[in-house]
């Protein structure tokens, strides 16, 4: 059962009225994220072995190989319960400090897929009732931003809206139930575990930088086959050990196929459990449309050139590492995201492709752009501010940056017509 926050969209010192001008709107949204709470809790002792380095080392020698595959490596690493990355308490800039997302580069990301929100809304007929789903949502910085865009631009669409943040540490569940009752922002959030029950809805499901942090496979190809790269004990670390594929990927007809083509020593790293999350979460659409961002390609491009050494990263202090056995449990693990993966899953939930386009290119067709000409026209902009927000924008859109991260679009039940803006070309 989610948790229920109701409200209305003042914020005291804020005049509501402002919110629906143009003028003043980009300084009034600074202000107002200002004014969310963000719990920056004391950071845990790291100056000692990280207690995941024994339950890892208990789980490879209890293995009857001696060894386990990546993905029971990263659960561990990333879930366990007391000591997993995303289980932890401390929370710091960024994704939990360690790698920065987004929505937390500029309020300008959440603000502008806003945009793109708003005419699905539309697109759906303008529903009396409909629901964000957001999966992932942290401590709700995307959330908070969405909100405050779509009250902005459509107020008649924020009236039936319900957002729901689905998110899995208990931690940041309880900092956006308290970061959104003092902001007042929605008629309606709901905070949910990934566990609950969560009924049907009509609306948009929306992953923003989930799909790459599920547990992933490490697979090599050797003569036109595939084998698994598992984890074994080396020392007082850890290291790789091929073997025979263990039973998550023992089957993967697209990925099989493509190794005939690849060079020997070829490394893949692939996650089934992140197409089994949207398989399952695109149940739960009624009538909508799915939006997943992340960073990542098509399977083609994904698994090519210098990509075929294996993308398996570690994040730590905004730092990028391929070590990824340092410090279990302290450091952020990732792989690039198969967007072609992503759309098959969701075609087997019943699901049709709506689009697929970076970042950069979706961002700009929704008109992120506007957001520094309508900057220039505010009389209080100093032009520190103004430079800091183009630096943030430009982040967002450059192709060699964030703007190279995937989007796809799904849908169930609406018949587009013409793309979405996003995806136009």
Same mark, same amino acid.
């Given at each position: 059962m989610g948790l229920s926050v109701t409200a209305d969209l003042s914020v005291p010192g804020v005049p509501e009225q402002e919110l629906r001008d143009e003028r003043g709107f980009s300084n009034t949204i600074a202000a107002r994220r200002s004014r969310a709470p963000r719990t920056l809790a004391g950071m845990?002792? +790291?100056?000692?072995p990280s207690p995941l380095v024994e #339950? /890892?080392?208990?789980? /490879?020698t209890e293995s009857p190989l001696g060894a386990i595959p990546l993905s029971r490596y990263m659960a561990l690493a990333l879930y366990h319960p007391e000591h997993g990355y995303y289980r932890r308490a401390e929370v710091g800039?960024? %994704?939990t400090g360690?790698?920065?997302?987004?929505? +937390?580069?500029s309020p300008y990301f959440g603000l502008t897929?806003? %945009? *793109?929100? #708003? +005419?699905i809304w539309d697109r759906l007929g303008q529903p009396d009732a409909w629901e964000i789903r957001e999966f992932g949502a942290g401590s709700g910085v995307l959330a908070y931003d969405i909100l405050a865009g779509v009250a902005h631009d459509a107020p008649e669409a924020i009236d039936g809206l319900q957002y729901r943040l689905v998110e899995s540490n208990p931690h940041r569940r309880a900092e956006a139930l308290a970061s959104m009752t003092a902001a007042g922002l929605g008629e309606r959030v709901l905070i949910s575990d990934p566990t609950d029950s969560m009924p049907g809805f009509t609306g948009v499901l929306l992953g923003n930088e989930v799909a790459d942090a599920f547990p992933a496979h490490r697979l090599v190809v050797r003569a036109g086959a595939l084998r698994e790269c598992l984890v074994t004990i080396d020392n007082d670390g850890f290291t790789w050990v091929e073997h025979d594929r263990s039973n998550d990927v023992s089957s993967l007809p697209e990925i099989e196929q493509l190794a005939l083509t690849l060079p020997d020593g070829s490394i893949l790293d692939v996650s089934p459990a992140a197409s089994a999350w949207f398989r399952d979460a695109a149940q739960q659409l009624d009538r909508g449309i799915a939006l997943l961002i992340d960073y990542g390609y098509r399977a083609n491009e994904l698994y090519s050139r210098h990509r075929l050494e294996g993308t398996l990263r570690s994040y730590r202090? *905004? %730092?990028?590492s391929d070590h990824p056995f340092s410090d279990p449990g302290r450091v952020d693990l990732t792989i690039h995201v198969d967007f072609s993966a992503l759309e098959r899953a969701g075609i087997e939930a019943g699901m049709e492709p709506a689009g697929f386009a970076n970042q950069g290119d979706f961002l700009a067709q929704l008109g992120m752009g506007q957001f520094l000409l309508d900057l220039q026209n505010e009389p209080d902009m100093t032009a520190e501010d103004y430079l800091a927000a183009k630096a943030a924008i430009f982040r967002l859109i450059d192709?060699?940056?964030l703007g190279r991260f995937g989007v796809l679009g799904m849908t169930r039940r609406v018949d587009l017509g013409q793309p979405l803006t996003g995806f136009r070309r």
């Open positions: 845990s002792d +790291e100056s000692t #339950i /890892i080392r208990a789980a /490879i800039p960024g %994704r360690d790698f920065l997302t987004a929505p +937390e580069a897929v806003a %945009r *793109q929100l #708003i +005419e202090s *905004q %730092r990028v192709p060699g940056g």
